[in-house]
Nanobody, 123 residues
């Protein structure tokens, strides 16, 4: 069992930045692939970025690469999502998730989910 707790969401103006954090417990963090997903009202949940347990492998949704950066600190059991130059379309609930797969952007492959953190970007 893995417990995930997100933090760092909030209200920010367009063009601003936020850093989301997700603290994991309950299983060896370094063996998990971690993903950040988001879901806006009326839309499907989409993968924002993922980072494998094998250092150096990352995935980004194409339109977000360059603005968002995923990273992990295995010593702190934490994964981060740095979001820069935020836009109103980035407004959503952001979820942290974990899987034992090597790397995946499909939410059905993730076994553990956090409760989500709201990110609201005002224009």
């Amino acid at each position: 069992q893995v417990q995930l707790v997100e933090s760092g969401g909030g209200l920010v103006q367009a063009g601003g930045s936020l850093r989301l954090s997700c603290a994991a417990s309950g299983r060896t963090f370094s063996t998990l692939t971690m993903g950040w997903f988001r879901q806006a009202p009326g839309k499907e949940r989409e993968c924002v970025a993922a980072i494998s347990w094998n250092p150096g492998r990352t995935y980004y949704t194409g339109s977000l690469k360059g603005r968002f950066t995923i990273s992990r600190d295995n010593a702190k059991n934490t994964v981060y999502l740095q979001m820069n130059n935020l836009k109103s379309v980035d407004t959503a609930v952001y979820y942290c998730a974990a899987t034992s797969m090597v790397l995946s952007n499909d939410p059905v492959n993730y076994d553990y989910w956090g409760q989500g953190t709201q990110v609201t970007v005002s224009s």
